[in-house]
């Protein structure tokens, strides 16, 4: 989601809902923006302290999850304990490789997979409306390393 558009749908956002903007949610949502996918809060948070050390933990988990209900963020669980955050990019679905090992995350898009997900589906009267699929196993790296 380009940067531009994402801080107008936020600003958006804070005005249907009453809320005011202010700097440390403007640098929070730029360094969110800015960062690669999958990152935690706790990464976020790294980042911006080092422009404004008075920005807690606290306030960057809540403005992670205003960037969720505004649209902007999915929040994902992908390994117990871990929590991550990732652009929502507009509409696009994606899928994802997850390193049971190291944490890696690979997003990955397959529409054979989708194809056979609906055909599933289908055969047993259902009508999807969302769905999610995590792959979970050794990256190369660390199958390389024996640890398979």
Known sequence: ???????????????????????QRDLILDAFLSMPP???????????ARTDGGIGLSTVYRALRLFCDAGLAKQ?????????????????HHDH??????????????????DLQEQV???????LTRHRLELFGRCPDCADNGDV
């Open 76 to 92: 994902r669980h992908f390994q117990e304990g871990r929590s991550c955050f990732e652009q929502a990019v507009g509409g696009d």
């Open 1 to 23: 989601m380009a940067k531009t558009k994402a801080k107008a749908e936020f600003s958006r956002y804070l005005q249907a809902n009453g809320l005011r903007s202010s700097t």
């Open 97 to 114: 490789l997850i390193c049971e090992g190291c944490g890696r995350i690979v997003e990955f898009e397959c529409q054979e997979i989708e």
């Open 38 to 48: 999958h990152l935690t809060a706790e990464e976020l948070h790294r980042k911006v």
């Open 121 to 127: 589906a289908r055969r047993h009267g259902f009508h």
